[in-house]
Nanobody, 119 residues
Framework: VQLVESGGGLVQPGGSLRLSCAAS????????MSWYRQAPGKERELVAFIISFGSITNYADAVKGRFTISRDNVKNTVYLQMNSLKPEDTAVYYC?????????????WGQGTQVTVSS
């Protein structure tokens, strides 16, 4: 199982980035996908969520109206389009895949990609 994030980097306030997370080794279309982030000294927090077939999404209040999560179940990839970036969006962003099987929660995580918003 692999989740490989890409697309992070340094961007000025007000700029945009698009993160990608390529999945392999499991049935991607059966998993709900999320983006989390963790800033230095803070706990990891949920940023955005999309269900397995992509018809329902949810966002943290801090990113509503600025970030958009989407998925391509053919390419086995989930995306996070981030617009109007703010310095407080600076964090390591992690991709998460989750499903339930036999009453257990199964979680897979990527290695993370750094997003830095600074002038």
């Amino acid at each position: 199982v692999q989740l490989v994030e890409s697309g992070g980097g340094l961007v000025q306030p007000g700029g945009s980035l698009r993160l990608s997370c390529a999945a392999s080794g499991f049935t991607f279309s059966s998993y709900h996908m999320s983006w989390y982030r963790q800033a230095p000294g803070k706990e990891r927090e949920l940023v955005a969520f999309i269900i397995s077939f992509g018809s329902i999404t949810n966002y943290a209040d801090a990113v509503k109206g600025r970030f958009t999560i989407s998925r391509d179940n053919v390419k086995n990839t989930v995306y996070l389009q981030m617009n109007s970036l703010k310095p407080e969006d600076t964090a390591v962003y992690y991709c998460n895949a989750r499903t339930m099987a036999s009453g257990r929660t199964i979680d897979y995580w990527g290695q993370g990609t750094q997003v830095t918003v600074s002038s």
